[in-house]
C-alpha cells in the first residue's frame, strides 16, 4: 500500500517545528506520529500504534483538537516568554509561530476513519473526536490575557511542592472554596485583600498567619488560591528545610506572568536554626531573593515564630537573647499579621450550626450545640477544626441510618 498523500504532507510538516518542537516526543504524539508512515509497515505493528495511541489519548482526553490545542497552550518556549516579559517579538519569529500553529491543526484535525484506512485490520476500532479550533486566533487571544493563563507548568495547575529540588503539581490539591469556609470573615477578607493587590499588580504584603490550632489558616490560603486560580494565582509550598532554596525558585517564576504565594505551613524557628537566614532575606527584599509577582505566606501557632526549649535558657545569655531577639524580629518584617485565635463557645456553636445546615443535617440545634460541647472536651477544645470533625461524624452516621 503506497503512503496517503495527506497524511505523508502532515508527516513531513511536523519535522519544520521550531518553536513547538518539544510536542514531538510527547507520549500521545510519539504513536500518532508513527500512524503517519504507512509505507511498507508491518499490520500488526500499525494496530499496535494505532491501540497505543488511542490508550494513551483516552487516559487525557477524547477529543484530539482540543487535546493538541492545550499541549500548545501549555508549552514552555523561546516565543511565549518573550511575550510574556512584553518584548517586541520579529516578524519572522511571528510568522514561524502561525505557520507552526497551522501545521499542529491539521495534526489535530484528523479523523479516526483517515488512520483506520491505513490499519490493516477489519474489526472494530476505537474512535476519537475532533473540533474546529482555529488554533491561530485562539492561541494568540490566549497570549492577550497570559497572565491569568500562564504558561509550561505552572499553566494547568493549582498548587506545587519542591521535591527533590524541583517545583512540582500537587496530584490531588485540596478543592477547599471560600464557601465552604465560616467564620472569621474579617480575619479572612484581610489576606483576600492582600491577594487582590499581588493579582491587579499593586503593592502586596507578605503575610504571617498567626493563632491557634485548627482555626482556618492554612485551610484559607489553599481556598483563596482555588478561589483566584482562573486569574493567574498559583501557590508553591516550601517547607521549612526548603527555606535555603527561596532564592532559586524566585529566580524560576521572576518572569513569569502568573502571581505566586510561596506558602510556608507551621513555621516555628528554634534558637540555633540556621534557616531562618534565608527567609530573613526575602523577607526583606534582597537583590537576589526578590520576585514581584510573589509574596510568601506563612502560617504559625505562634505570633514570634519562636520555640524556646529548656537549652535556649542554658549558656551565654547575652548570645541567646540576641539569637531569640532576632528570631523573635521576624514576625516584625511580615508586612500584615493577622491573627486566628480560638473561638468563643457561641461563635464556635454558630460554626457547627453553619456547617450542619451546609450539610443538609437533621440534628435539632440544641442537639446539635450539646453534642458540639461534648465532642470539643473530647478533642482538645473549640476550633472550626474540631465543629467540622464533629459534623462530618455526625453526617456519616445519618447515612448509615
Known amino acids: 500500500m503506497g503512503r496517503n498523500k495527506k497524511l505523508q504532507e502532515i508527516d513531513l510538516s511536523l519535522n519544520s517545528l521550531v518553536v513547538f518542537r518539544k510536542l514531538l516526543t510527547h507520549e500521545v504524539i510519539l504513536p500518532l506520529r508513527a500512524l503517519l508512515d504507512t509505507e511498507a509497515m508491518d499490520p500488526m505493528i500499525q494496530l499496535r500504534q494505532y491501540t497505543e495511541f488511542i490508550s494513551r489519548l483516552y487516559a487525557r482526553s477524547t477529543n484530539l483538537t482540543e487535546y ?160 483566584y486560580f482562573d486569574q493567574g494565582l498559583r501557590l508553591i509550598q516550601v517547607n521549612k528545610e526548603q527555606l535555603p532554596m527561596l532564592p532559586e525558585i524566585m529566580d524560576q517564576i521572576h518572569d513569569h506572568p502568573l502571581k505566586f504565594i510561596l506558602f510556608v505551613d507551621d513555621l516555628t524557628f528554634a534558637a540555633g536554626d540556621s534557616s531562618f537566614g534565608t527567609l530573613k532575606a526575602t523577607l526583606e527584599g534582597s537583590v537576589s531573593a526578590r520576585a514581584e509577582n510573589a509574596v510568601i505566606y506563612a502560617t504559625s501557632n505562634r505570633r514570634h515564630i519562636v520555640k524556646e526549649t529548656f537549652s535556649d535558657r542554658e549558656g551565654d545569655e547575652v548570645h541567646r537573647n540576641d539569637t531569640l531577639q532576632e528570631l523573635g524580629s521576624l514576625s516584625a518584617r511580615f508586612g500584615l499579621r493577622v491573627s486566628f485565635m480560638k473561638p468563643e463557645k457561641k461563635a464556635y456553636l454558630e460554626f457547627a450550626q453553619q456547617l450542619a445546615e451546609s450539610k ?37 452516621e445519618e447515612d448509615h441510618t
Request: aromatic content about 8%; proline content about 5%; hydrophobic content about 40%.
Open 360 to 396: 443538609g443535617l437533621r440534628t435539632d440545634p440544641e442537639t446539635l450545640a450539646l453534642k458540639a460541647e461534648q465532642f470539643a472536651l473530647r478533642s482538645g477544645g473549640r476550633s472550626p477544626r474540631t465543629a467540622k470533625q464533629l459534623i462530618e461524624l455526625l453526617a456519616a
Open 68 to 227: 493538541i490545542f492545550q499541549l500548545i497552550c501549555e508549552d514552555d518556549n523561546f516565543y511565549v516568554r518573550a511575550v510574556a516579559r512584553g518584548e517586541q517579538v520579529d516578524e519572522m519569529l511571528e510568522a514561524c509561530v502561525q505557520n507552526e500553529l497551522a501545521i499542529l491543526q491539521r495534526l489535530a484535525r484528523i479523523r479516526p476513519q483517515e488512520l483506520q484506512k491505513e490499519v490493516s485490520y477489519y474489526g472494530v476500532l476505537p474512535e476519537w473526536k475532533t473540533s474546529n479550533l482555529d488554533f491561530g486566533a485562539e492561541y494568540h487571544a490566549r497570549l492577550r490575557e497570559i497572565g491569568k493563563y500562564g504558561y509550561g507548568l505552572f499553566a494547568p495547575n493549582p498548587m506545587f511542592i519542591i521535591r527533590d529540588e524541583r517545583i512540582v503539581p500537587v496530584q490531588y490539591p485540596d478543592p477547599v472554596r471560600l464557601s465552604e469556609l465560616f467564620g472569621y470573615e474579617r480575619e479572612r477578607q484581610e489576606v483576600i485583600d492582600n491577594t487582590l493587590a499581588l493579582l491587579r499588580g499593586k503593592r502586596a504584603q507578605n503575610v504571617l498567619l498567626y493563632g491557634d490550632a485548627g482555626t482556618g489558616k492554612s485551610t484559607t490560603v489553599k481556598a483563596i488560591v482555588n478561589e
